[in-house]
């Protein structure tokens, strides 16, 4: 079972609320990613860190913003939510190094923008 | 940069049957394939992987084979059970899983 741990689990929101989806982790990975998972299972990379002070857009574009001021914290901002951006947000971590590298998913957020 | 196709995108099978799910990729590079498996409500947690070296692995019910020269790559899961049934992802990798393209995902239902 992976150490890794998101919440909330389910959130229902307002359009032009600002919210902050929480990632953490604590197998002291480096290596971090948030992945938006549309309804048709597809994953798509928009966030990711080698490591503190480090963050990279992934390749799907992406209105949010995530922050890594601690390795074992990864947090994801909508600064103004919108029925867009209704999906599931998937955080993950790896080690980063040499070797081939598991990565290991949270439970994920499913968030809901009215 | 990498593409990575999968098929099929649903898959119903009866219990005990055999399942098997096929990823092509573009990057001859690739030396990489994970396999993760998502059930329903939880994140995708790794089932196998196979690297460029390699021709094929076994772990139990299932199995995974590559084809560098076709550039594609298989799941097999033999004798299915009822929690096989669950969304998988193929992945490829050029940088030993530094970073990954995932396969569009496959549905897989196990009909008892």
């Known amino acids: 079972e992976a150490d890794i741990y998101q919440t909330p689990r389910y959130l229902v929101i307002g359009t032009g609320k600002k919210i902050t989806l929480e990632c953490s982790q604590t197998?002291?990975?480096?290596?971090m990613y948030w992945y938006q998972q549309d309804p048709g299972m597809e994953l798509h990379l928009i966030h990711y860190?080698?490591?503190?002070?480090?963050?990279e857009k992934g390749d799907l574009s992406s209105e949010s913003t995530v922050s890594r001021i601690r390795t074992e914290h990864f947090p994801l901002t909508l600064e103004s939510a919108r029925p867009s951006h209704t999906s599931q947000y998937l955080c993950?971590?790896?080690?980063f190094g040499d070797g081939y590298n598991e990565q290991f998913f949270g439970p994920g957020t499913r968030l809901t923008v009215l | 940069g990498e593409n990575v196709e999968q098929h099929p995108s649903t898959l119903s099978v009866q219990e005990g049957d055999s399942a098997v799910i096929k990823c092509t990729y573009s990057?001859?590079?690739?030396?990489?394939f994970p396999w993760y498996k998502q059930e329903l409500g939880k994140g995708p947690q790794l089932i196998i992987d196979?690297?460029?070296?390699?021709g094929e692995k076994k772990d139990q019910r299932i199995a995974v084979t590559l084809n560098k020269t076709a550039k594609h790559f298989s799941l097999h899961i033999t004798e299915t059970q009822p929690e096989d049934s669950a969304v998988y992802f193929c992945?490829?990798?050029?940088?030993?899983?530094?970073?990954?393209?995932f396969g569009p995902g496959t549905r897989l239902s196990v009909l008892p």
């Open positions: 993950a971590s790896s080690e």
């Open positions: 197998m002291g990975h480096d290596k």
């Open positions: 860190s080698y490591g503190v002070n480090s963050t």
């Open positions: 990057d001859s590079a690739s030396n990489y």
């Open positions: 196979i690297r460029s070296n390699v």
């Open positions: 992945a490829a990798s050029i940088d030993y899983g530094q970073n990954f393209v």
